[in-house]
């Protein structure tokens, strides 16, 4: 993502405007930037990160001071922002939170708000892009918008927004040049109903500077999460963030805070990505995060980085296939596994189902997808490991979907076996296993399995003190939800009749309401970056 930079060939896109001047910096310097306030008030510093040359990846960054498990290292505004095509009536458009009930832009019927107040905070963005969009008769996609957003701010404030800024945009690698032959024409395609949707009365752009930024948000716009931080909604870009390199095994994580961060009052965007430490980093040492997820082979990690990302893994559970005999594993009992051939086979077997599980997901075919987990682990639960990635995922799905159906002890079950298995997969701290470890204690908990509900909810809120921190809204819940279980814990230690007994009559008078439904995809937390499919 934040290698030496390549300008944009105008010969691969066939346009022909004057090429702009784009600025690199040197590889070696080390860029230290001092401290600042935040929106919030909160000090906000960068002081504690610097520019380097990282052998092997090109720029990067590191640290210049000690860390520990959790802390902040950087936290930072994006320099634009939008809500995706799909969710476009469903988000705020401003504080980017879900709210049932959203007032539309009674100018250009597209954008959506809370309320009065986070309509006046996001004028400011908002303001250019409402007659544009006015002018063009509809709303171009999320990208146009996002290069639209980004154009209009540099042009008014200049390519350096803020003393906390390490890097500009021009300065970022768009990878245009290292694009196949259909992202070049998708991009052509974004071009031209860019120029079409941008303003005569703009400041005008050469056909370079418009495809660099679209190549910069391609392999470097970041996911927007909504407030629980369940599911991305957006896509903006952060460029400090963009300086960060991959590891398959980072020390890194980033988290979307609208928590700490919430303010409604300001024209700037009221949230902020927090990179967090994972656990003791050292001065001087790199930091890094996972752009895809690792319960992927290593071999499919590397094809999805240079896929999307154009570059070549070389960290050392990539090149030496950590983990990844555990993840392909046969099951073993009492010392015996099975043969190899059987191993195979059931894998072969998942892996033909996982299509058809997902369709009929998708299509909200729920008790189908049941039938076919169940169909699938009786089959092979017996022969492969509880860390085989194939049948993480029919444990993953079923639970999901019987928790959705209120089946709630096979949900509690399968959410139990889940993670088990990533707990021998990833990183102790990794936000994935904290997310499953915070669903399957709901689900013992929904099931009346206080003990197991209580450890699983437990485990999730130290993960995700490290992962989201306190001020985060899904860790606040876990802490409400951690004290909640230690009180009914308390209770069914000194009688189980009555616990239960209290928790039906409780359950009686007022029933527990449906979950969310299932989504058809993995949402947010394992794949960073926003990537256009």
């Known amino acids: ?24 910096i040197k590889p070696d310097s080390v860029y ?44 930072e ?81 200049g390519s350096v927004v803020s003393d906390m800024q390490l890097i500009t945009v021009e300065e970022l690698e768009d990878h245009v040049a290292d694009m196949q032959e259909d992202e070049i024409k998708e991009l052509k395609v974004d071009i031209h109903n860019f120029l079409d949707y941008w303003p005569r009365n703009s400041k005008q752009h050469t056909i370079d500077d418009i495809s660099h930024i679209f190549g910069v948000i391609n392999c470097n716009g970041f996911t927007v999460s909504d407030q629980r931080g369940l599911q991305a909604v957006g896509v903006g870009l952060f460029p400090n963030l963009c300086m960060v390199n991959h590891n398959c095994w980072p020390n890194c994580t980033v988290i979307l805070n609208h928590g700490k961060y919430h303010s409604r009052v300001s024209a700037l965007p009221s949230f902020r990505i927090e990179l967090r430490s994972l656990g003791k980093i050292a001065e001087g040492e790199e930091l890094t995060v996972a752009y895809v997820d690792f319960l992927n082979l290593s071999e ?44 195979k086979e059931a894998t072969d077997y998942c892996f033909q189902k996982l299509e058809t599980m997902d369709k009929a997901r998708l299509d909200g075919d729920y008790h189908q997808v049941v039938k076919i987990c169940r169909d699938v682990i009786d089959r092979t639960e017996p022969v492969l490991a509880d860390t085989h990635i194939y049948l993480l995922r029919m444990w993953s799905t079923l639970s999901e979907v019987q928790a959705y159906l209120q089946y709630f002890n096979d949900a509690a079950e399968y959410s139990r076996k889940m993670v088990e298995g990533y707990m021998k997969l990833y990183h102790p701290n990794n936000a994935a296993l904290g997310m499953a470890a915070m669903r399957a204690g709901v689900n013992h908990w929904q099931a009346g399995l206080i003990e197991v509900g209580h450890g699983m909810v437990c485990k999730a809120y130290a993960i995700l003190l ?25 209770m069914f230690k000194q009688n189980e009749y009555v616990y239960h007994s209290m928790r039906d009559a409780a359950l009686q008078n007022k029933p527990m309401t449906m979950l969310h439904e299932p989504k058809g995809v993995e949402e947010g937390i394992k794949n960073l970056f926003h990537r256009r499919k």
């Open 32 to 75: 230290v930037v001092p401290s600042s306030e935040g929106i919030s008030g909160a000090a906000v510093t960068m002081e504690n990160v610097a520019i380097f040359d990282s052998p092997g990846k090109g720029r990067g960054l590191k640290a210049t001071k000690e860390f520990w498990a959790g802390d902040v290292i950087f936290s």
């Open 1 to 24: 993502m934040c290698s030496c930079h390549r300008t944009t060939s105008r010969a691969q896109l066939g346009l022909s405007l004057p090429q702009a001047p784009l600025h690199c």
């Open 466 to 490: 490290v992962t989201h921190g306190p001020t985060h809204p899904i860790t606040k819940d876990l802490e409400a939800m951690r004290m909640q279980t230690e009180m009914e814990l308390r």
């Open 77 to 157: 505004p994006s320099l634009a922002a939008v809500v995706f095509d799909s969710l476009a009536e469903r988000i705020c458009h401003s504080c980017f939170r879900r709210q049932e009930k959203l007032q539309k832009c009674s100018q250009c019927k597209f954008a959506h708000y809370c309320d009065r107040t986070c309509q006046r905070a996001g004028w400011a963005e908002h303001k250019q892009e409402c007659g544009a969009i006015k002018a063009y008769g509809k709303a171009p996609n999320e990208n146009i918008r996002l290069v639209a957003r980004l154009m209009w701010r540099l042009d008014k404030e």
């Open 300 to 343: 499919e990690r590397r094809r999805l980085l240079k896929t999307q990302y154009f570059f070549d893994c070389q960290c050392d559970y990539c090149k030496n296939g950590t983990k990844d005999d555990l993840k392909l594993a046969g099951r073993e009992v009492d010392g015996v596994k099975p043969s190899e051939q059987q191993v």
